[in-house]
């Protein structure tokens, strides 16, 4: 069986949880042949070995030109019409439903009426996809998580400038294990916190497992 532990001491974002599956195994070509069948145009993905501190990593950039604001149906249709696995399908959909959820609370309104800006982009969708298509490649069956290092701050959005961690983000985390340190910004996304609390099945020390492979 198929584990995976996410170590986020700098916190989570979409494009960092992808890119560390990527680094951990995960084949991209197979992951951007699937990606390339969602019904959306005008973005490319580039993928860069970085290093940070000494330590060399994975990191992946979603290229895209302008975006429409796009309400959850209009994403379930794009996922739904792209024919992928059942998997990939319901995950990302409940991934997305639970970031609608969250806006929804923070601007009391219904789901329906969201209109999905920084995550509606092509970005997210690539991000969230992309994850759940990694996953599936890599056979994984359990995901744990670490705490999460939330950062503080303040962050500039569409909304204007907002405390840090998001209003939005706060939501998704409730009930996962945060603390912040003197590391400051944005460090785990929206994105990045319904990725991890849809799949994580708890959070804290790294399980008694078998060390296959690695990703940064």
Known sequence: MNIVYFDCPTGASGNMILAG??????????????????????WKVKLTKVTRQGLSGLHLEVIQGPQPCRHLKDIEGIIKKAGLSGFVTANSIAIFTKLAEAEAKVHRTSIDKIHFHEVGAVDAIIDIVGSCLALEDLGVKKIYCSALNVGHGQVKCRHGIL??????TVQLLKKAAVYQNELAGELVTPTGAAIITHFAESFGPMPKMVLKSVGN
Do not use: Q, Y
Request: zero cysteines.
């Open 21 to 42: 599956l990527i680094d951990a195994g995960a084949g991209w070509k197979n992951i951007e042949r699937s990606l390339k069948r969602l019904p959306v145009k005008g």
């Open 163 to 168: 405390p840090v961690p998001a209003p939005a």
